[in-house]
């Protein structure tokens, strides 16, 4: 199947700081980019849809201030996490889709935990 | 308003088995549903897709069945086996072309 490569794969911040997340597709390009959340034993929370060149569809309760989407090409996407505060700590994973096919690839997730 | 549930947070069976995992969805129209398996710290990887006209579909020990009137899928894994032991997540598409994922069951199997 197609590759997604999320990096980092784990990162320690600082309360207050800012974390840039990113994911890219490697062997296909991605229409659409995706963006979850998962907290421990709980199930993926989409939490913005993303696609190359416009501005992102975030799902209710999701601050786009505070979680900046930026699709800058098919195939890199990033999320940065703005000031970052330790309730913002959880799983973060990618998503790439395309048209080709109907499954969507996942990255590896990035553990962000804030200190 | 719309969800995606899974029959079980948890599901402990004997290896050779068949573990038989529940998706049911309110407020959805799917045209097909999907089902996936997460490891612990890991993305989720695609297992099977099945489409709002068929019935059934199976890849190697895999069924899943899809039934658009009472809303439900079931997912078999049939002679089971310990590499069995994951996550699995089902996930309904949404309008625009985005994966809303169920609550998840985490299947172990007992050697």
């Known amino acids: 199947g197609a590759v997604v490569s999320q990096h980092p794969s784990r990162v320690i911040c600082k309360s207050g700081t800012s974390v840039k997340i990113e994911c890219r597709s490697l062997d296909f390009q991605a229409t659409t980019m995706f963006w979850y959340r998962q907290f421990p034993k709980q199930s993926l929370m989409l939490m913005a849809t993303s696609n190359e060149g416009s501005k992102a569809t975030y799902e209710q309760g999701v601050e786009k201030d505070k979680f900046l989407i930026n699709h800058a090409s098919l195939t890199l996407s990033t999320l940065t996490v703005t000031s970052a505060h330790p309730e913002d700590s959880s799983f973060y994973i990618c998503?790439?889709?395309?048209?080709?096919?109907?499954?969507?690839?996942f990255g590896q997730g990035t553990r962000l935990t804030v200190v | 308003s719309q969800k995606i549930e899974q029959n079980s947070e948890a599901l402990n069976i004997q290896e050779g088995k068949t573990a038989t995992l529940t998706c049911n969805y309110t407020?959805?129209?799917?045209?097909?549903l999907q089902w996936y398996r997460q490891d612990p710290g890991r993305g989720p990887v695609f297992l099977l897709l099945?489409?709002?006209?068929?019935k059934e579909k199976r890849k190697e020990r895999l069924k899943v069945t899809f039934d658009t009137t009472l809303k439900q899928s079931l997912f078999h894994i049939t002679a089971s086996q310990p590499a069995d032991s994951a996550t699995y997540l089902c996930a309904l598409e949404g309008a625009g072309n985005q994966f809303y994922f169920g609550t998840g069951t985490s299947l172990t199997v007992i050697p």
């Open positions: 099945i489409r709002e006209n068929e």
């Open positions: 407020n959805y129209s799917p045209a097909y």
């Open positions: 998503s790439a889709w395309t048209a080709m096919n109907t499954e969507a690839f």
